[in-house]
């Protein structure tokens, strides 16, 4: 079975600054997308970004980025001019040919101003 | 700007009351899923749907049941409720099962058994 693994719980970043957040997965599969998600506190879960992993190009979106290496199964996020408004938990996820999302624990930000 | 509802948002109810937690979306989308998820905690696939009619147990093995009578309506149900289901259920969406089909959540659903 995949899994995902977030290993920073908690993150922190002064306002304007960038900030990593760290997932890897193991997986046997080798047609695969990952996601990242964002869950504000007490707000819907949306859709951040999205990778596929026969794409080498790293997905961007605005301030969002990743850095996907598919041999070391890792697929880090980006965010770059931290804002108040990017802090919520963000969650790494997972979805091959069984079709179900598979998430990690969560990485919660906080942005200090 | 949700597609996908929930109702309620918050529920507190007594141990043994039956409970459905309600989710609808409007975007005509074939697959639902219930996500059970503790306070800052990782999200457990409880239940989902590939269709009318169609059920599946997820990877969370879950006391509650669910239906799917019609494409837009996935209500979960808790026959007798415990303080043990006390947590967050998150119903979401998809387009299709495809791979890289995202999944769209509903604003969740915050549960308390006393």
């Known amino acids: 079975a995949q899994t995902v693994t977030q290993s920073q719980p908690e993150m922190s970043v002064q306002e304007a600054e960038t900030v990593t957040l760290s997932c890897t997965y193991d997986t046997s599969e080798s047609d695969y997308y990952l996601f990242w998600y964002k869950q504000p506190p007490s707000r819907q879960m949306i859709l951040v970004i999205r990778?596929?992993?026969?794409?080498?190009q790293n997905a961007t979106e605005n301030r969002f980025s990743v850095n996907f290496q598919k041999a070391a199964k890792s697929f880090s996020l980006k965010i770059s001019d931290s804002q108040l408004g990017d802090a919520a938990m963000y969650f790494c996820?997972?979805?091959?040919?069984?079709?179900?999302?598979?998430f990690g624990q969560g990485t919660r930000l906080t942005i200090n101003p | 700007e949700a597609d996908i509802y929930q109702t309620p948002r918050y529920l507190v109810i007594g141990t043994g009351k039956k409970i459905t937690l309600e989710c609808s979306q409007t975007?005509?989308?074939?697959?639902m899923y219930w996500y059970q998820q503790d306070p800052g905690m990782e999200l457990h696939l409880i239940h989902y749907?590939?269709?009318?009619?169609?059920?599946e147990k997820g990877d969370l093995s879950s006391e509650s049941t669910v239906s799917r009578i019609r494409t837009e309506h996935f209500p979960l149900t808790l026959e007798s409720a415990r303080p043990s289901h006390t947590s967050q259920y998150l119903c979401?969406?998809?387009?299709?099962?495809?791979?890289?089909?995202?999944?769209?959540f509903g604003n969740g659903t915050r549960l308390t058994v006393t």
């Open positions: 749907s590939y269709g009318v009619n169609s059920t």
């Open positions: 975007m005509g989308h074939d697959k």
């Open positions: 990778q596929e992993a026969y794409k080498q």
């Open positions: 996820a997972y979805k091959g040919g069984a079709q179900k999302l598979v």
């Open positions: 979401a969406s998809s387009e299709h099962g495809g791979r890289n089909s995202p999944l769209h």
